[in-house]
């Protein structure tokens, strides 16, 4: 008897595991750039629908990778792959936020924003010409400054990013000289420096380093408080890397004419334009082998629209405007399962 009434309770439970799924988590990978919004969004959305989010905040590089793989259910880019490539490897590319890369310095007695460069001179350091803080370049930006001797220990990233596609993207565009010997990708050899794994990598050893330099999202930088630098736009406007300047620069953005909404937005012109902005994307199959992982993913993302803008511009990130939102709705139709149907429509 006693083993008879176990069985029926081992059927029972067994029974229940089948009858009531289990929300699974959202499994995500990729840039670095957006990972301090995904990770508020997650916590609040969490909270809400009981559904988590994994994401694993590994670079843009190692998101793609794990998409074409698909190991995970999205990946993650601040660089924005090629039409040519999205078709190639079946994906639906859609941004999700934009915000804006930063260069960071630690030197003593200098606070955020206290130091100005430009883009040629950014290019100069970044290809080992400009060696010390003192040097005539920054000091003609710096007259009413007193910088220190010290030498430039400048820091990279070590991994494929889509931060250093974005930097050497606008290095490019400001610097001939640059483009020519170093280019634009998300990972480059610069002849100078030390590199670092994530946006978190770059911002720990820009902090334990005196004299260094480093470029990251700017979320990093007010979080760690670290010295950002001012630019000088192509306008030739000095300015700070605040959420009104990352929104001018993306005041022009021509989102319909670019596969997947791939624009990148270096060196835009305007008065008060940081120019160094971005977005941020997203990569999905378009056939999904999973569609109810698929579908979690885009009602997170669907959700994140809805309520996330706020969140977003706390941490300094540009929302994306309410009709970039609604033609990126319209692009999940192409996500859909083994049977051929939409995913959100299942």
Do not use: C
Request: cysteine-free.
């Amino acid at each position: 008897m006693k083993q008879s009434i176990l069985a029926l309770f081992a059927a029972l439970a067994a029974t229940a595991a089948v009858s009531a799924p289990v929300k699974a988590d959202i499994s995500g990978a990729g840039a670095t750039f957006p990972y301090p919004i995904y990770a508020k969004w997650a916590d609040a959305y969490k909270k809400e629908t009981g559904v988590g989010l994994n994401y694993q905040s590994i670079g843009s590089g190692g998101g793609i990778k794990q998409i074409i793989a698909n190991t995970v259910t999205f990946g993650a880019s601040d660089k924005p792959l090629k039409g040519e490539d999205l078709d190639k490897d079946g994906l639906v590319q859609f941004p999700t936020v934009m915000g804006g890369i930063v260069p960071v310095a630690n030197l003593d007695g200098i606070k955020p924003g206290d130091i100005v460069l430009d883009g040629p001179t950014l290019a100069k350091i970044y290809l080992g010409e400009i060696t010390a803080w003192n040097d005539p370049a920054i000091v003609k930006l710096n007259p009413e400054l007193k910088l220190p001797s010290d030498a430039i220990a400048v820091v990279s990233r070590s991994d494929g990013s889509g931060t250093t596609f974005v930097w050497t993207n606008y290095l490019s565009k400001v610097s001939p000289d640059f483009k020519s010997k170093i280019g634009s990708n998300t990972s480059v050899q610069f002849p100078v420096g030390i590199g670092a794994k994530g946006n978190e990598g770059v911002a720990n050893n820009v902090m334990q380093t005196k004299g260094a330099i480093g470029y990251v999202e700017y979320a990093y930088a007010k979080q760690n408080k670290l010295a950002y630098t001012k630019l000088i736009n192509k306008d030739g406007k000095t300015v700070a890397p605040v959420i009104t300047a990352f929104q001018a620069a993306a005041a022009g953005a021509d989102w319909a004419s670019a596969p997947g909404m791939g624009v990148v937005l270096t060196d835009e012109p305007g008065a008060e334009s940081w120019p160094i902005t971005n977005p941020t994307f997203i990569l999905m199959h378009k056939k999904s082998k999973d569609a109810a992982a698929a579908k979690e993913a885009l009602k997170f993302f669907e959700w994140a629209y809805a309520n996330g803008d706020k969140s977003a511009e706390e941490l300094d990130y540009v929302p994306l405007p309410d009709n970039v939102v609604a033609e990126i709705k319209k692009s999940w139709a192409e996500i859909v399962g083994e049977d051929n149907k939409p995913i959100l429509s299942n």
